[in-house]
């Protein structure tokens, strides 16, 4: 999957392009909406609270930084004289596990209230009344998916297309 950038300048011009882009098979729930908090976007498909904010980046670095503090501590107290010979392999590779989970516990808590990184070139736009629209597409349908809005709605500007997306949770 890839994920489709435009900025539309009204919630009519939003509302216009889900109707379209529904009509034309893509599930409402891969169309997901930014708007400033003075803009009512009514029954349009709002982002929610994992894409506004940083969370799926915030899990994936916390999942290699807290393994790795994990199996330093691990280490630490294998030399540790007395301590080492209780630490085991197995017992380094649960804390290196436990590690992990709580670094991504900790940060993931963090980044629910940080805005998404991946938004903030579009945080301007966003502030002054304008609304992104995130698409998220198979690769193959990306060119069909740009030119029918492109196409039909000349006020939509094409921002970006995401190189990729991360493993996403359902509703991301």
């Known amino acids: 999957m890839k994920r489709i950038y435009f ?3 009204t919630v009519q011009s939003a ?3 889900v109707t379209e882009l529904v009509g034309n098979g893509v599930p409402e729930k891969h169309i997901h ?3 400033n908090e003075n803009t009512s976007l009514e029954d349009l498909p709002e982002a929610t609270l994992l894409q506004k904010s940083d969370f799926i980046p915030a899990v994936e670095r916390g999942i290699p ?6 199996l330093l501590a691990g280490l630490v107290a294998m030399a540790i ?3 080492g010979a209780i630490v085991s392999g197995g017992a380094l590779i649960a804390v290196t596990l436990a590690g992990a989970g709580v670094g991504t516990l900790l940060s993931s808590m963090v980044a ?7 938004h903030k070139a579009y945080q301007d ?7 992104l629209m ?3 597409t198979p690769k193959d349908q990306v060119g069909h998916m740009t030119e029918l809005v492109i196409r039909h709605h000349a006020e939509a500007e094409l921002e970006d297309i995401e190189p990729r997306l991360p493993l996403l949770p359902p509703g991301y």
């Open 125 to 131: 736009a966003i502030d002054k009344g304008e609304i």
């Open 33 to 35: 909406l930014i708007a």
């Open 134 to 136: 995130l698409i998220d």
């Open 112 to 118: 629910l209230e940080i805005p998404n990184s991946r």
């Open 15 to 17: 509302a216009s392009i």
């Open 7 to 9: 900025l539309l300048p």
């Open 65 to 70: 930084i807290g393994g790795t503090t994990g």
């Open 81 to 83: 004289p007395g301590f």
